[in-house]
């Protein structure tokens, strides 16, 4: 079922153009507040534009956003997470400074001041997720890699006189890996959620890109009475998520021993 | 942080003399090490702010000055609030205002920023551990029980709920709450607002109860999750069987003996989330329309009020700060395996 | 004389994503007022699944299956609910673990580990419990028993962690002490003390004990009977003297001389037992031993043998071919000749020149 939806939404992004479906940004001004009719499937918004196109147009730009940011801040933190834990010593601690200065400082303000000083766009925007998302990554790769160091393999690769570089991409990043992109893989739906959080504020992806979280908002001020403008993809946006997270749990717990002791 | 989550050795006892006084200067020793750690993290994160803020686009002297005023009153705006000189001065003269309790007065009201940090953190305050609270008070018994009987019932029914809590932004939460609760379905509670406790501690409950669901439900969604996580590994350990086969009730070694030793990653994200939500409850303060801390930050960088701006940064860097001691220190008291980890 | 422990055809299957595991498959068992039991076998042969079905710990549902009965003191202790058979538990039966390092809680100290099931079972005040955990601590040998309880597990080593969780086990004078592997996880100079240890207090408390190991050497001196056990079941059951003197299983003499003699020549080879432990997801038909045992005939891949007396009805065997009778030479005779076992089993002359 996860898959399923999961797939569809991916799909349904990915070929947006190729479909026949309203331009997401041109208003049709019958279908103001409309609501489910045989043109407008998921009826219009409060400009007249087709809900069901700028949802799958807005597949994109979000599914962008989780997918970039994320895949930026594991890959940087990641690293920089392997370095930490392969060297210690002042590596860690400055690594260590990094990480708790980011964690330290708000990350709204953080993401306004990049909007404010790059100029709002997806690009930005993915900018500054990502570098939100280095410490976590940081910490994780460093603990996986503290274990894996440990292993008999790379202290043989280590007694061969291999180098560090060598080592850390030959013998430890494919173990680090694998928990890295089960935690990304979930990150992907959080990063969904925060895209809307930050529509909320005006500070998500800039109109007139259609994205999940700019639509809920967009449908606030006529919830009592249109709820449908934001419902659909507040649904769309939910089922997403939802799927990311079940996948994401099932894979977890493929590692997990499940019989206890009570 | 990053050493407080490492794994804590199992090493064996050697010399037994000496060990109370041992375990205790070690205890000083760890405590002076993070201090430095976390001195140099306020102040990394202060300098930060002063350079993010100068990189802001927009002149803070014409902001101040007012749309109608000369470039001659600029520039006197400009020297009186001393943005000519260059950062680094900046930084310096600010932190040694700083050191004496002097955080500077707001461009715009000219309140001093101390006082503005003082009508608007109990605000946020309150909210935050509020929320954490509720959150931990629902997770926690979640957590257990499901970690008691996994794939159960109630670990089903929680874990769906809390994937769907995690699958929403949460104003869309505090949105529905509206509705069930403030002008839609019924109105037994205040949409906006904020009312002292000192004012009326009732009307102060009233007008908190929906800003602090609205926080919770995420966090209380995760906090299941881990501990419940946690929880089912630590059941599988030798001593759960032990504990078991001494007689011992399953309420009992749930909460005497399985969870303590499972709590130490719930902490330290219920710890990190104080310090994250102090500084960032921004979306459940607009939405409510809450005179919090978080508000105070956001129409301080729209306004370019660049003291109030430093001083609420400064805040939230200390509170994130304090937070991490007291969660070390917390290890220190929950775990004595860390009190000897070397 | 009745027996204080009786399991009748105790059956535990876990069902798995890969199939059924057949962990202890149809075991009978008796077991006197203060005598000591040793059940002996590899690991996967079931013991320590088949002891916590004895106590109760591994129980029907979620995927595990069970059968058969267990009656203690005239109680059937399979028929009562996890509420009523924890009463027993701690007071009247008391179980001890391999591990040491793992089997205490890591946050908890000492006294509070130890004073916990006297306060639950004995309703006493907790001031008089810490004055018995103080006298037991001192009475499983541990120094300074008065600190000790103060002390958290880490500050331990191995064996005094160990003489600690025997501590625990004793503490309500239980009368069937189920000690799985006490001495396993423990250095070799260590494991003598903790047996002996073990063997006084029984002998003193009169408690029965029911000792699992994988070392039969271990249980020589310090057993009054000996269950062997392989792949769920019981294979052989004897007196500790008759067992040592004249093994009928194969399998008990492959264990014997898997252990280096403690005294004799240096030069004596050490007899490793061909293959690996059976599957018990797919366990063999016939005798479950037939595929490793360097003397089965085309009648062990067939046929189990039923467990049988061999004299008296206290040696009782599970074999076609006991060692040291006719069948068993000629059966010794023809493999030797062909070079194979019955299953295929290439043997050696060393392998069954016992």
């Known amino acids: 079922m996860a898959w399923t939806w999961l797939g569809a939404v991916v799909l349904a992004a990915v070929f947006a153009p190729l479909l026949p479906l309203w331009d997401p940004a041109v208003p049709d001004y019958t279908a103001v507040f409309s609501g489910i009719t045989p043109q407008h499937w998921l009826g219009g918004d409060t400009l007249g534009r087709d809900t069901f196109s700028r949802v799958v147009y807005g597949a994109r730009a979000s599914l962008l956003v989780g997918i970039c940011a994320v895949g930026l801040g594991a890959l940087v933190g990641g690293f920089l997470g392997m370095l930490a834990g392969y060297f210690g010593g002042r590596t860690e601690r400055v690594l260590a400074l990094v990480t708790d200065v980011v964690l330290a400082f708000p990350g709204l303000v953080f993401i306004i001041a990049i909007v404010a000083i790059l100029g709002s766009s997806l690009s930005n925007l993915i900018l500054g997720l990502a570098i939100l998302s280095v410490p976590t990554f940081i910490r994780l790769a460093r603990a996986a890699t503290l274990v894996v160091a440990q292993r008999e393999f790379v202290l043989a690769a280590r007694a061969y006189g291999c180098s560090p570089i060598r080592i850390i991409t030959r013998e430890i990043a494919p173990n680090v890996v694998l928990p890295v992109a089960a935690y990304g893989f979930i990150m992907i739906g959080v990063f969904i959620v925060v895209e809307g959080s930050l529509s909320f504020l005006g500070l998500g992806i800039p109109p007139p890109t259609p994205s999940w979280g700019g639509m809920i908002a967009g449908g606030r001020a006529e919830l009592l009475n249109y709820p449908h403008i934001s419902l659909f993809p507040a649904a769309v946006m939910f089922l997403t998520v939802l799927s990311i997270n079940y996948i994401g749990e099932r894979t977890r717990k493929q590692f997990e021993v499940k019989e206890s002791n009570l | ?342 | 004389m009745t027996a204080l422990l009786t399991a009748e055809d105790v059956v535990v299957r876990f069902h798995t994503k890969k199939g059924v595991v057949h962990a202890v498959d149809g075991v009978s068992l008796q077991l006197e007022e203060g005598e000591v039991l040793a059940v002996v076998g590899e690991s996967g042969s079931g013991k320590t699944v088949f002891t916590r079905r004895v106590m109760g710990l591994v129980a029907g549902g979620r995927g595990t299956e069970v059968a058969g009965s267990v009656t203690f003191d005239g109680t059937v202790l399979t028929e009562l609910s996890g509420k009523e058979l924890s009463r027993f538990w701690g007071a009247e039966i008391a179980l001890i673990l391999q591990d040491p390092m793992t089997s205490l809680n890591p946050v908890k100290r000492i006294g509070e580990q130890l004073t916990e099931s006297i306060v639950l079972h004995e309703r006493v005040p907790k001031r008089e419990a810490l004055a018995r955990a103080v006298e037991l601590l001192r009475s499983v040998g541990l120094s300074e028993p008065e600190r000790r309880v103060r002390q958290y597990p880490h500050e331990l080593s191995g064996g005094m962690r160990q003489r600690v969780t025997i501590a625990i086990a004793l503490s309500c004078s239980p009368r069937l002490l189920l000690a799985d592997e006490p001495t396993t996880a423990l250095d070799v100079t260590v494991q003598a003390q903790i047996l002996d240890l073990l063997a006084d207090l029984q002998a003193r408390l009169g408690m029965a004990m029911l000792l699992v190991t994988h070392d039969l050497r271990v249980v020589r001196s310090r057993s009054d009977r000996i269950a062997v056990m392989y792949a769920g079941r019981i294979v052989e059951t004897a007196p500790t003297a008759t067992l040592f003197a004249q093994p009928r299983m194969p399998y008990t003499e492959a264990l014997m001389n898997a252990v280096p003699p403690l005294s004799g020549p240096n030069h004596t080879r050490l007899q490793v037992i061909p293959g690996r432990p059976p599957d018990l997801l797919h366990p063999p038909s016939g005798c479950r031993f037939s595929p490793r045992c360097p003397l089965a005939q085309d009648r062990c891949l067939t046929e189990e043998p039923p467990l049988r007396d061999a004299g008296s009805a206290e040696h009782r065997y599970r074999c076609w071919f006991p060692v040291g009778s006719p069948e068993w030479s000629q059966a010794r005779a023809r493999n030797l000749e062909r070079g194979v076992s019955a299953a295929g089993t290439p043997l050696t002359d060393e392998k069954v020149l016992t």
């Open chain 2, 1 to 342: 942080m990053a050493d407080t989550l490492s794994a804590p050795p199992t090493t064996t006892a050697a010399g037994p003399a000496t060990r109370r006084g041992g375990s205790r200067r070690f205890a000083v020793r760890r405590v002076r090490k993070r201090l430095t750690h976390l001195l140099l993290v306020l102040l990394a994160v202060t300098f930060l702010s002063f350079v993010v803020v100068d990189l802001l686009p927009g002149d803070a002297a014409v902001v101040v000055a007012g749309d109608n005023a000369t470039p001659e009153q600029v520039q006197q705006v400009r020297e009186e609030l001393q943005l000519d000189r260059p950062v680094l001065v900046r930084y310096v003269d600010w932190l040694g205002g700083v050191v004496t309790g002097d955080l500077g007065r707001s461009f715009r009201t000219g309140q001093p920023v101390v006082e503005a940090l003082a009508q608007r953190i109990p605000v946020t305050f309150e909210i935050t551990i509020i929320a954490q609270l509720l959150a931990l008070l629902v997770a926690v018994p979640l957590a257990v029980y499901s970690a008691y009987r996994p794939g159960g019932l109630v670990d089903r029914t929680s874990m769906t709920i809390g994937f769907g809590a995690a699958a929403m932004p949460t104003f869309v939460f505090g949105m529905v709450l509206i509705v069930l609760f403030a002008g839609g379905v019924s109105s037994i509670l205040p949409a906006t607002g904020y009312t002292s406790f000192f004012e009326d501690p009732v009307e102060n409950i009233r007008s908190i109860i929906l800003p602090c669901l609205t926080l919770m439900i995420a966090e209380a969604a995760v906090y299941r999750q881990l501990l419940r996580s946690d929880m089912v590994s630590t059941l599988q350990e030798d001593f759960i069987l032990m504990a078991r086969s001494k007689g011992l009730g399953p309420a009992r070694i749930l909460f005497r003996h399985a969870l303590r030793p499972s709590s130490f990653s719930l902490i330290t994200l219920s710890g990190v989330n104080i310090g994250r939500l102090l500084g960032g409850t921004v979306i459940v303060e607009t939405l409510f329309a809450i005179p919090g801390l978080g508000q105070l930050i956001v129409q301080a960088v729209f306004n370019r009020d660049y003291m109030i701006l430093q001083g609420a940064l400064l805040f939230v860097a200390v509170a994130y700060v304090v937070i991490n001691m007291l969660i070390d220190l917390l290890y220190l008291a929950l775990d004595p395996r860390v009190r000897r980890d070397a």
